[in-house]
C-alpha cells in the first residue's frame, strides 16, 4: 500500500482550491468585460438559407450578415438619437 504524507495531500487540496478561485475570478471578470453588450439578435438559420437545401452557403450568409449590419447601424442611430433627445 502506498502511503501519501498529510502535507503532501493538504497541499494538492491547497493548490486546488486557489485555482478554483482563480478560475471564479476570471469568470466574473469575463462577465464583467461583457456586461455592456447585449444581445438583441437571434440568427434564424431556416430565414438565412434562402434556397432551403439545408446548407448555408458563403453568399448567403454574406447577405444575412450585410442585412443585419444595416438593421444594427438604423438601431443604433435610432438609439442615440433617443438619448440626445432626452
Known amino acids: 500500500m502506498i502511503r501519501i504524507p498529510a502535507a503532501a495531500i ?3 487540496v491547497t493548490v486546488g482550491a486557489a485555482l478554483a478561485a ?4 476570471s469568470d466574473r471578470q469575463s462577465a464583467q468585460d ?3 453588450v447585449r444581445v438583441t439578435e437571434v440568427r434564424n438559420w431556416s ?4 434556397d432551403k ?3 448555408i452557403s ?5 447577405n444575412y450578415l450585410a442585412q443585419a449590419w444595416e438593421r444594427g447601424k ?4 435610432t438609439t442615440e438619437d433617443k438619448k440626445t433627445s432626452q
Open 10 to 12: 493538504f497541499l494538492l
Open 22 to 25: 482563480e478560475d471564479r475570478r
Open 34 to 36: 461583457t456586461g455592456g
Open 47 to 50: 430565414t438565412i438559407d434562402t
Open 53 to 55: 437545401d439545408g446548407y
Open 58 to 62: 458563403a453568399e448567403e450568409m454574406e
Open 74 to 77: 438604423r438601431n443604433t442611430a
